[in-house]
């Protein structure tokens, strides 16, 4: 009899305890990255007032006045001037009704500062939000473990379960590896010529920005899709722009766009450049016609980034280079 009970009381005082290591054990440890971030700016992200034009629409030259001509439907994105009860100046002399347009989208991705790193595990950044997990395969995700997207992730473990590639981003903490691109800096090809340089990594979608031989900044970038691939190669940048109209065709041919008052442009091969975009907030996926979109934030840092050494009244002046690869 007695032994019976002591069994019991056993089974009472141990299988508690087991029980407590468990969940212990299932609750990821998560710690965002201790580098640099560079913020979304505000004053840069609301400078001008983007809107997208929906649908046909009638120009007129004053709220109200005379009518100029008709711009049938089809990819515009303008900046509005100023408003006047129910209109809209797009450019001078031009006005709308305010009621066709609608706000594109506000992108509040940064980027980070390569510098200070405390680890030799693989840095990313998410391209989208994510729940931790700490059963792989599963969808079955931890509560309150949300991570916004653009956020940077150090990846310390990978593993595939069921053809699906899972990376570990903390102590029992799995996300996906889609979910997150992966910065990889690289050694200085022999083909740059500018002390300053970027290097756009087509694969992960990131952009990396050098000074000499050292990485000093990546952030998240969407280049051509593949019916208008962003092309391999090394280029010299050879004319800058902020901002500037950019449109491709007419109304009536496939890809069409007129995006006005594009910020940030450095052109390196043809009409392929570098810029920010703010027609969309997609960055780490390709999205473009071939140029490389950034978010408005890193787009001006990229391009004061790469004015600061370049001098454009010296004829003879180095431009800073692109490596696509």
Same mark, same amino acid.
């Not at 019991?8 to 087991?18: D, K, N, S, T």
């Not at 990819?75 to 709308?96: H, K, L, M, P, R």
């Given at each position: 009899?007695?032994?019976?009970?002591?069994?019991?009381?056993?089974?009472?005082?141990?299988?508690?305890?087991?029980? $407590?290591?468990?969940?212990?054990?299932?609750?990821? &440890?998560?710690?965002?990255?201790?580098?640099?971030?560079?913020?979304?700016?505000? %004053?840069?992200?609301?400078?001008? &007032?983007?809107? $997208?034009?929906?649908?046909?629409?009638?120009?007129?030259?004053?709220?109200?006045?005379?009518?100029?001509?008709?711009?049938?439907?089809?990819?515009?994105?303008?900046?509005?001037?100023?408003?006047?009860? %129910?209109?809209? !100046?797009?450019?001078?002399?031009?006005?709308?009704?305010?009621?066709?347009?609608? *706000?594109?989208?506000?992108?509040?991705?940064?980027?980070?500062?390569?510098?200070?790193? &405390?680890?030799?595990?693989?840095?990313?950044?998410?391209?989208?939000?994510?729940?931790?997990?700490?059963?792989?395969? *599963?969808?079955?995700?931890?509560? =309150?473990?949300?991570?916004?997207?653009?956020?940077?992730?150090?990846? @310390?473990?990978?593993?595939? #379960?069921?053809?699906?590639?899972?990376?570990?981003?903390?102590?029992?903490?799995?996300?996906?590896?889609?979910?997150?691109?992966?910065?990889?800096?690289?050694?200085? /090809?022999?083909?740059?010529?500018?002390?300053?340089?970027?290097?756009?990594?087509?694969?992960? $979608?990131?952009?990396?920005?050098?000074?000499?031989?050292?990485?000093?900044?990546? +952030?998240?970038?969407?280049?051509?899709?593949?019916?208008?691939? +962003?092309?391999?190669?090394?280029?010299?940048?050879?004319?800058?722009? *902020?901002?500037?109209?950019?449109?491709?065709?007419?109304? =009536?041919?496939?890809?069409?766009?007129?995006?006005?008052?594009? /910020?940030?442009?450095?052109?390196?091969?043809?009409?392929?450049?570098?810029?920010?975009?703010?027609?969309? =907030?997609?960055?780490? +996926?390709? !999205?473009?016609?071939?140029?490389? =979109?950034?978010?408005?934030?890193?787009?001006? @840092? #990229?391009?004061?980034?790469?004015?600061?050494?370049?001098?454009? +009244?010296?004829?003879?002046?180095?431009?800073?280079?692109?490596?696509?690869?």
């Amino acid at each position: 009899m007695w032994r019976s009970l002591l069994a019991i009381l056993i089974l009472v005082f141990v299988v508690p305890v087991m029980a $407590q290591d468990e969940v212990a054990m299932s609750v990821p &440890d998560y710690t965002s990255p201790s580098l640099d971030v560079l913020p979304a700016n505000p %004053d840069i992200v609301y400078a001008r &007032d983007y809107q $997208q034009v929906i649908g046909a629409v009638d120009i007129y030259d004053a709220p109200g006045g005379n009518y100029l001509r008709t711009r049938p439907a089809g990819t515009f994105f303008v900046s509005v001037i100023s408003y006047e009860g %129910d209109w809209a !100046q797009i450019n001078s002399g031009e006005w709308i009704l305010s009621s066709a347009l609608q *706000s594109a989208p506000r992108s509040y991705l940064g980027g980070i500062f390569l510098e200070g790193r &405390d680890t030799d595990a693989q840095l990313g950044l998410l391209h989208e939000s994510v729940y931790l997990r700490t059963t792989l395969g *599963s969808e079955d995700y931890v509560p =309150n473990t949300l991570i916004e997207e653009y956020e940077a992730v150090y990846v @310390y473990e990978s593993r595939i #379960v069921d053809d699906v590639e899972w990376v570990r981003i903390g102590d029992n903490a799995w996300i996906r590896r889609s979910s997150v691109r992966y910065v990889n800096p690289v050694a200085r /090809p022999a083909e740059i010529e500018s002390e300053r340089w970027v290097g756009v990594d087509r694969d992960e $979608q990131v952009l990396i920005a050098y000074d000499g031989d050292t990485p000093f900044f990546a +952030t998240l970038v969407s280049t051509g899709l593949d019916e208008s691939p +962003t092309h391999e190669g090394f280029y010299s940048t050879y004319a800058r722009f *902020s901002p500037r109209d950019m449109s491709r065709g007419n109304i =009536n041919q496939p890809w069409f766009y007129h995006m006005e008052d594009v /910020p940030y442009t450095f052109y390196f091969n043809g009409d392929q450049a570098l810029h920010g975009a703010y027609w969309h =907030n997609s960055f780490g +996926t390709p !999205q473009s016609h071939g140029c490389v =979109n950034m978010s408005l934030t890193a787009a001006h @840092y #990229v391009y004061n980034f790469l004015s600061e050494t370049l001098d454009i +009244t010296d004829e003879n002046a180095i431009w800073s280079m692109v490596w696509v690869y």
